[in-house]
């Protein structure tokens, strides 16, 4: 029902930036929070950002604070990740989110119902 389409990935030098998009279709996007995660293989899902519906606060993991920045424009449906200052650690598979109930908002994944296939960003060093 609901579908979630990340773009923007790529490689970059560490150092550079990356804009990262994720289309939403299916709900009423300005009704729910969105976030993203990221996945290396081998290791757990790691929160990096979150924004709520009307983009009114936003969180982000410690790793990624002061470097990214989560935004939304609900009238295109669309959130964005820009990352700036990217590290090779930074290197993973991000996957956009869609919470699954209004006013959820947070860093845990179980608040998070859809999810993106996911877009490979590579930072090499």
């Known amino acids: 029902q609901v579908q979630l389409v990340e773009s923007g990935g790529g ?3 560490a150092g550079g930036s990356l804009r990262l998009s994720c289309a939403a279709s299916g709900r009423t996007f300005s009704s729910y929070a969105m976030g993203w995660f990221r996945q ?6 790691e ?7 009307s983009g009114s606060r936003t ?6 604070k002061g470097r990214f920045t989560i935004s939304r424009d609900n ?11 990217l590290k090779p650690e930074d290197t993973a598979i991000y996957h956009c989110a869609q919470a699954g109930a209004t006013y959820s908002i947070g ?3 179980g608040l998070y119902h ?3 296939q996911g877009t490979q960003v590579t930072v090499s060093s």
Do not use: C, H
């Not at 009238?75 to 200052?85: E, F, G, I, P, R």
């Open 107 to 109: 860093t845990a994944s």
């Open 11 to 13: 490689l970059v030098q």
């Open 47 to 53: 929160f990096v950002a979150a924004i709520s519906s």
């Open 75 to 85: 009238a295109k449906k669309t959130v964005y990740l820009q990352m700036n200052k």
């Open 114 to 116: 859809y999810w993106g």
């Open 59 to 64: 969180y982000y993991g410690d790793s990624v």
């Open 40 to 45: 290396v293989p081998g290791k757990e899902r």
